[in-house]
DNA sequence: GACATGCTACATGTATACAAAAGGGAGGGT
DNA sequence: ACCCTCCCTTTTGTATACATGTAGCATGTC
């Protein structure tokens, strides 16, 4: 919550929202008024409304016509589409950095799993998890194209809200690791089409993992709307 | 100019902007200035401010530090980039299309093809470029898939203020026109693998060309400040 | 003459007040 | 009793006025 380290009112006020809305904290569907945020954050409407519209555009929050924002929900199918141009953007992602990693950056992959696998076996999940990120991170950051970067992140942060769901997936982290070790490998001796192929699939999985927790949320919302 | 069909001011705002800098009327480069804007569209900053934001996530204006905004400029490394994923990104639209489209779309395609040989032979050059254009259109959104839509042509409309540069180019419709021919045949027969490596191919290669106008500028800009 | 310091002017960001559109409810009419 | 209409309320968008910080310049001092 505590803020302003040289930014503006609206920064931080976004930084806060999607934060916010990264942790849960502001869960998918939960209501955002304008008024009531900048009481909150004690600033004017005007700088709250640019948050607003940086988080619209982002994808995070949709406006709805006469009731205020609300944090963006993802149904099933749109999970499904999202995994499906996630996967083959980091697929691509892995093609080039495959290519274009420097030795430096190609030692620091290695480490980073290596890290991840120490983790793993340390019990500790929640270390795991974020050095897991990191991977693809650092994968995605590999391909040197700042375009590329952009894309794919932008895509990214719409599923951050949802990633903590797969956690907690039993036999994820292993069938995780063992992709992660392959890409790694893969993208280390520069073979950029099994870098490419592997990490597209490891994304699907990915997905497939994400949407059955969706489809299952689905079902329970159909099932108390209906009771 | 005149618009407010329902629309606020900063959306007219925005859209009146985003056309100047499509076609050219705002060129790469040039500034805008927030109160200049409000006075030539009778209004206040605050809608200008606005439609300036969202200009700017679009990329399509950057904001520098103190001295405005400009419509921002792509230089050669910038412009390979873009294609670089450009190119990939139409590929998997390509294979998505193949698999996809309706019989009805895979018609449409094939017509708007048709149309297009049409405009060539009959040296209809605008009508050419805006069938062109269309057909790439036509294959994205016969992904069926909205992420990877916008995704595409979010990146495509950076690109929209210098396709004008590719047009007159000698030969080049020749070959756009066997590329569409390729591309359109195998996404109708269903063939995804091959309708994705002709369609990134034939991206790279239109890259390539605006690459070489960009480059082309470039040198002459190092003349000029260098004489 | 050069550097530091303060002033000026502008760009940027913010607050507040105002206007307009849209929904819902209440009251009246059929 | 039901519907229609009008008004009120709430939300959204806009204008304007104000605050703040920075850059460039000028002035003064060493």
Redesign the interface.
């Known amino acids: 919550m505590a803020k302003t380290a040289g930014l503006t009112h609206a920064e931080s006020v976004r930084l806060s929202l999607e934060n916010d809305i990264f942790t849960g904290r502001l869960p998918p569907g939960a209501s955002l008024d304008e008024e009531a945020l900048a009481r909150r954050f004690s600033v004017s409407r005007t700088p709250v409304r ?1 948050a607003m ?2 988080l619209i ?2 994808g995070l929050v949709e406006k709805k016509p006469r009731q205020g924002a609300i944090v963006t929900q993802i149904d099933l199918s ?1 999970m499904i ?2 995994f ?2 996630m996967s ?2 980091e697929g ?1 992602c892995a093609k ?1 950095a495959a290519r274009r990693m420097t030795p430096q950056e190609r030692q620091a992959l290695r480490k980073l799993h290596e890290q991840s696998v120490e983790a793993y076996e340390a019990g500790n999940h929640d270390k795991y998890y974020t050095l897991s990120r990191r991977f693809h991170l650092m994968v995605i950051e590999g391909t040197h ?4 970067i952009e ?1 794919t992140n ?2 990214g942060i719409k599923l951050v809200p949802y990633r903590r769901f797969q956690l907690g997936y039993p036999g994820r982290s292993e069938n995780n690791l063992r992709d992660h070790e392959a890409i790694m490998e893969a993208i280390v001796a520069g073979k950029f089409e099994d870098a490419a192929e592997l990490f597209r699939k490891h994304t699907n999985v990915q997905g497939d993992v994400l949407a059955e927790y969706i489809a299952m949320g689905d079902r329970e919302a159909k099932a108390a709307s209906a009771g």
């Open positions: 640019e519209l940086q555009q982002s749109d589409r999202l499906e141009v083959e953007l691509i080039f194209n700042h375009e590329l894309t932008r895509l």
